[in-house]
């Protein structure tokens, strides 16, 4: 094809379901794209020589290559190719937010859109798990060493796969009742849909991997254990499940204040959570617009999200900020709250401040400002903070590994091992809250070390 034609074609849209129909259901919103499309979606591609895309991939996938054998209709080996790199294609395609990382990269971004890189790898993906395609590499003969991973996210999940199919005995130990972690419980199917994740633990299971659900290391068993049970290396991968404070009097005490973490947690297993006709959401980050979107598929009508930046400084991946928005929710921005208003305890209202956008700070982001006498008051029944999340470490006596001020393991830099020699960490554990491709990036280079060291190299 001439590249004038290639320019000539549009960013194709994925099939998506209407606003209207998702909100009584969890069902996922975007259907992807249908092979017809995914294939002219990839005729996009200008197979740069020297491919920006690949250097905006956390993990490095060789996205010309994988797009060229798609063209050719050679959809089997275009998905080998993104695992050569990605241990979870399926996953990384749904959530990862593209339009920071490979497609903010892309050259066709400078003039007109990005090829939809991420929709064509979840193509890929979606091909093969519809098609019975086996999702597992050939696993190596187990070599009698066994390995503990903590945590089954997707730090721990990459780290089980590459150590398992170099013959290595893992054991996924998970706090959570279900598999996949924050992936399971924080992130709602209509995001990423549960056959998905059930896919990449399948295939972890073809090769091996053990997975212990509901077992707390620290407390219903110590690393200390592990070691004396026979476990070779251990692999920490606990994520950033943690909210974060909003800072306000009386937050912990009010009824109808509570964290966005621990609201996703608590629906995506079942619970019902009665909010109330007027919801607050405070945040910018796709976990505020998940509770949004949440709230208003449990029955909950009157969502607004309160941002104190603008619009184009939001985190959230701006296709999440178009759904949310889509589905009825009220975006307030340049807005912050200060103060709690209660009555006989349970929350009623939240007092706001409008804010300014001021300098840059050295995050490359303008520092918000409150506008002094812009207060005002919202009459509110809940009142839900998602503004960051924060690592909460393993408590365990027995085998102090060292971590930073803000609760984050040391590793070394490279190899990622902690200050016990035989544990090494990676994830947000280590990075503090980041996008699943980085914890696969982490969990590949632990792999690495881990097994480095359990052959003597390191
Ligand atoms: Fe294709 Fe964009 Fe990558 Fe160039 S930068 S190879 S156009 S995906």
Redesign the pocket.
């Known amino acids: 094809m001439h590249i004038r034609e290639q320019l000539a074609i549009p960013r194709q849209l994925p099939r998506e379901l209407d606003a209207e129909e998702r909100l009584d259901n969890f069902d996922e919103v975007s259907k992807g794209f249908d092979e017809q499309t995914a294939l002219v979606e990839a005729n ?5 020589r020297k ?4 250097m ?1 991939c956390p993990i490095g996938n060789d ?2 290559r994988f ?1 060229a054998l798609m063209r050719e209709r050679k959809f089997e080996e275009a998905y080998w190719t993104i695992r050569e790199t990605s241990s979870m294609p399926s996953i990384c395609s749904r959530v990862c937010p593209h339009e920071f990382q ?2 903010g ?5 400078k003039k007109d859109a ?2 939809a ?1 991420g929709l064509l790898e979840r193509f890929l993906a979606d091909w093969m798990i519809i098609n019975g395609k086996n999702l597992s590499p050939r696993c190596a003969p187990k070599n009698g060493l066994k390995v503990a991973i903590i945590g089954s996210g997707p730090a721990g999940i990459t780290v089980a796969h590459a150590l398992s199919h170099r013959g290595y005995n893992c054991t996924i130990f998970e706090s959570l009742p279900v598999f996949g972690g924050m992936l399971s419980v924080g992130i709602p199917n209509y995001r990423l849909p549960r056959n998905i994740i059930g896919a990449e633990l399948y295939a972890l299971q073809q090769c091996g991997v053990n997975v212990k659900t509901g077992i707390t290391v620290g407390q219903d068993l110590t690393l200390s254990e592990l070691r004396e049970q026979g476990y070779s290396s251990v692999f920490l991968g606990i994520g950033a499940y943690k909210s974060k404070r909003l800072g306000l009097d009386g937050e912990n005490s009010t009824k109808g204040v509570m964290s966005g973490v621990d609201y996703l947690v608590k629906v995506l297993t079942g619970h019902e959570i009665a909010l109330g006709d007027r919801v607050l959401v405070v945040g910018g980050g796709n976990v505020a617009i998940d509770v949004a979107r949440v709230a208003l598929r449990s029955g909950w009508k009157n969502v607004s999200i309160l941002y104190r930046r603008t619009r184009d400084e939001m985190p959230a991946s701006k296709m999440e900020v178009h759904h949310v928005e889509e589905e009825g929710v009220d975006l307030q921005f340049l807005t912050t709250p200060t103060r709690i208003i209660s009555q006989n305890g349970q929350l009623t209202g939240v007092e706001c401040i409008r804010m300014e956008l001021g300098e840059v700070d050295i995050t490359g982001r303008c520092v918000p400002r409150p506008q002094p006498g812009s207060e005002f008051i919202i009459e509110a029944d809940a009142l839900i903070g998602a503004v960051g999340q924060k690592v909460i470490p393993v408590h365990d006596a027995t085998v102090p590994v060292e971590i930073t001020p803000r609760g984050t393991y040391v590793v070394d830099p490279v190899t990622l091992q902690t200050s016990v020699d035989w544990i090494f960490a990676g994830g947000d554990t280590v990075l503090g809250p980041q996008t699943v491709a980085k914890a696969v990036c982490q969990g590949l280079d632990a792999a690495e070390s881990m097994h480095r060291y359990m052959q003597g190299l390191i």
């Open positions: 996009r591609c200008l197979q740069c491919p920006p895309c690949i905006g996205i010309p797009i490979c497609e990269a892309c050259i066709r971004a990005p090829v890189i």
